[in-house]
């Protein structure tokens, strides 16, 4: 395979932005940090439309191939940028970014017109939506729900769309779209009554990790014996576990707006779904953008036991109220961050030479 180094600024912008969400979130959970007011604030959008908002539309539009795609990444790149020194043009361009990947996903639908692309091209209408009601100054713990509907829903699609190989029945495929219409109900109430939104929320998510766990390829894969497979399994059923946790949590304790609660409920979707998830589509996410193949090693495991025990951490700490302990929970979740990405920058190295 080669490289496509012409790709390599993209994912640089994603990391950066990344990279800088981490810091934020260190400031946020009580580490004291050299920071500013409007960096601190970013946390969850650069997470959101600055990371994952660089990262899904340059995937979709390296494997679509038409130049205007590209310029999508690089307006949610000038986004975050843009953020950190006049949040209203971020906020702007951010928006527009979103945007345009929603005509990107319109491109896919009309393409295939299947449950798995319309699931995805409803969860990044989620991020547009989310995307407008912030910029004209919504706070973050209302729509929120949008932004996690909108990482959910993209991956639920992914995930469908891997497991056709597997056949589902008509009535399973039904009810993956009665849970993914009320995780949209549940989105789009949140913006009116976000008590009910949240609770029709969490139920949805919880169900959603139901369905998963008994229809994904990655409870199948677990005992694979290809070791990367494996890994790869692990991290999807481990990420599903925390889906349903996260619904959960949402719908024991509803509307939520800040503390230790919010941060359990939010950060098991967030940290335990959306991150595991990305360190098992790595090895797939990765060699498709640079052209280069993710090799395999069984250090690997050691950032998914921290990310995943770290959390457990980080959430004892939540529900039990202990600060210290919520902590050196989040501190531990953000190392296992970077070991990812130090080992997964190494393994594209090495099946270089």
Not at 315 to 329: C, K, M, T, Y
Request: charged residues 10%.
């Amino acid at each position: 395979m080669k490289l496509q180094i012409r790709f390599i600024p993209f994912v640089a912008l994603a990391i950066l932005a990344l990279l800088l969400a981490l810091w934020a979130g260190l400031v946020r959970i009580g580490w004291a940090l050299p920071s500013s007011p409007d960096l601190t604030m970013a946390h969850g959008p650069l997470m959101v439309s600055g990371f994952l908002g660089v990262l899904i539309p340059l995937e979709r539009a390296v494997a679509i191939r038409q130049r205007w795609m590209f310029a999508v990444p690089l307006i949610a790149g000038a986004g975050w940028i843009s953020l950190l020194f006049t949040p209203f043009v971020g906020g702007l361009l951010l928006t527009l970014a979103s945007l345009g990947a929603l005509m990107i996903l319109g491109v896919m639908v009309r393409r295939e017109p299947h449950l798995h692309t319309v699931t995805m091209f409803v969860g990044m209408a989620a991020w547009v939506v989310g995307n407008f009601l912030w910029m004209l100054g919504f706070p973050v713990f209302q729509i929120v729900y949008l932004w996690m509907s909108f990482l959910v829903l993209t991956i639920a699609g992914e995930r469908l769309e891997l497991s056709r190989v597997l056949k589902p029945a008509p009535g399973q495929l039904r009810t993956f779209s009665l849970i993914a219409l009320a995780l949209s109900a549940g989105t789009i109430l949140s913006i009116f009554e976000l008590n009910w939104g949240t609770r029709l929320n969490g139920l949805s998510m919880l169900a959603l990790s139901l369905w998963f766990l008994r229809n994904d390829l990655a409870t199948r894969n677990i005992r694979h014996p290809n070791p990367l497979t494996r890994y790869i399994a692990f991290c999807l059923f481990a990420g599903f576990i925390w889906l349903g946790v996260g619904g959960a949590l949402q719908l024991y304790f509803g509307a939520l707006y800040a503390g230790p609660f919010y941060d359990a409920a939010l950060h098991s979707v967030f940290v335990g779904f959306v991150i595991s998830m990305i360190f098992g589509h790595a090895s797939i996410i990765f060699p498709a953008i640079l052209g280069s193949p993710v090799t395999y090693r069984p250090a690997f495991y050691i950032h998914l036991v921290l990310l995943h025990l770290s959390l457990l951490i980080r959430l004892l700490g939540d529900l039990a109220n202990q600060f210290e302990i919520r902590r050196w929970g989040g501190l531990l979740n953000e190392i296992a961050i970077l070991l990812f990405l130090g080992m997964t920058v190494y393994s594209i190295l090495k099946a270089r030479n």
